[in-house]
């Protein structure tokens, strides 16, 4: 198939040299870049500028100088020396771009702590099962198949005479770890802005012969207009490792964490990894039948990365911009008000345990997303920790009670 997989969009999170402070735009001037610098401002730095290229285009973003002053023992939510880098749009589909940032970041010292945002598209012309992507969002929109994860669901497209000619999906709220977007790339750079370097990357992966008419000769040497539709993916920075399922010499399956830093996108291969990976989630269909469960029914198979990735990531407990899982919170003002009606102390001394656990979750919770079934399975371990420290105790019968008051099986006991 032919298809190119990009970056649309990096950014990082990276903190300045102390011994060499300040990394402002008036220092990479004296060094002998080419610098413009914005006369205000963020909601969140103080400053922000551009490092031309030898060009004298846009190559990185930066943005540096947290708002509020950093005196001795005042708290801050950002470190200080703080900094934000993002390639310029063009800079991502330059080649060698990710080892020419982690150069610069070396070599004015900076330390990278994590990507912030990364936007990893995939372009193509057709699916590759042969779907036509138009037709494909018509019948989707009609109800002919169903999308497994992200129910949020925003659609734009244009009235015409002839009904409505759907351009674009998304799928993910916007505090999401993951969003998801399928659009027309072509009409987007006919119609909003026309960014010629993605037009000679079409052309560099063959999917379009004459980037400038942009057309396509077919077999018959007759030449037509295709369209190119983009699959997007934006990673925010609750994405920081990934989990990669590997072999061990017994043959065993073991899972081994990879962080989700620059290198991961260093290559054309490194990227189609992600790629692959994040797409067995988050763009994943089913045929709709009526009456069945979404398990029960055929998968939509769209594309096929089998024999380029012969191992498949999954994202690593992503943090959740939500501060607590409601069903921890639920749970505890059901304990709590179990707990008021009764006086019997070992029972509150079993309720008390729960809780104290519960609220250490609720805190882990601001940092990494809840499980499926949090409330019954935080319960089953806990209770199968106190019932095993509690043997042939009174205890042991108070804490059997509170499992059959929340009908808990007996899996995990």
């Known amino acids: 198939m032919v298809r190119c997989v990009n970056l649309d969009w990096l950014e990082c999170y990276v903190l300045e040299d102390a011994d060499n402070y300040p990394h402002n735009a008036q220092r990479f001037q004296e060094l002998g870049y080419s610098v413009i610098e914005r006369g205000y401002g963020t909601r969140v730095y103080r400053e922000m500028f551009t490092i031309m290229d030898n060009d004298g285009l846009p190559m990185y973003e930066i943005r540096r100088l947290p708002v509020g002053a950093f005196k ?32 610069f970041l070396n070599l004015h010292r900076y330390t990278f702590q994590r990507i912030s945002r990364v936007d990893i598209c995939l372009d193509f012309e057709h699916f590759d099962s042969g779907d ?31 009904g409505v000619r759907w351009n674009s999906l998304s799928w993910g709220s916007p505090t999401s770890s993951v969003t998801t977007k399928l659009y027309n790339k072509t009409m987007e ?13 079409w052309f560099a992966h063959g999917l379009v012969d004459d980037f400038v008419a942009m057309t396509k000769t077919r077999e018959d040497g007759t030449t037509y207009k295709p369209i190119i539709w983009r699959l997007e993916f934006t990673l925010k920075s609750a994405v920081r490792n990934w989990v990669a399922l590997e072999n061990n010499q017994q043959g065993k399956n073991k899972f081994v964490s990879i962080r989700n830093d620059l290198e991961r996108y260093a290559t054309k291969d490194g990227m189609m990894q992600v790629f692959a990976s994040v797409i067995r989630h988050y763009f994943f269909f089913r045929y709709y039948e009526h009456g069945k469960t979404k398990y ?30 409601p069903t921890i919170g639920a749970l505890e003002r059901r304990l709590n008000e179990y707990r008021m009606r009764h006086f019997d102390k070992e029972l509150r001394a079993a309720i008390d345990v729960l809780l104290a656990y519960l609220h250490k979750e609720r805190a882990q919770l601001h940092l990494a997303s809840p499980y499926d079934d949090s409330e019954k399975k935080l319960l089953q371990r806990l209770l199968a920790w106190r019932l095993k420290e509690a043997h042939n105790s009174p205890l042991e019968s108070t804490l059997n009670q509170l499992r059959i008051m929340f009908s808990l099986s007996d899996e995990l006991f």
């Open 72 to 103: 001795d023992g005042e708290r801050c939510v950002l470190e200080p020396y703080s900094c934000h880098i993002r390639f310029a749009n063009r800079q991502c589909y330059a080649r060698d771009a990710i080892q020419n940032l982690i150069s």
């Open 132 to 162: 036509d992507p138009q037709r494909f969002i018509d019948r989707y929109l009609s109800g002919k198949y169903a999308k497994i994860n992200q129910s949020n669901l925003r659609a734009n497209g244009k009235d015409m005479w002839d």
């Open 189 to 201: 750079l006919q119609e909003v802005k026309d960014k010629p370097y993605i037009r000679q990357t």
């Open 296 to 325: 029960e029914c055929a998968e939509k198979k769209l594309f096929n990365f089998n024999r380029e990735i012969d191992t498949f990531f999954d994202i690593e407990k992503p943090m959740t911009s939500k501060p607590i899982d």
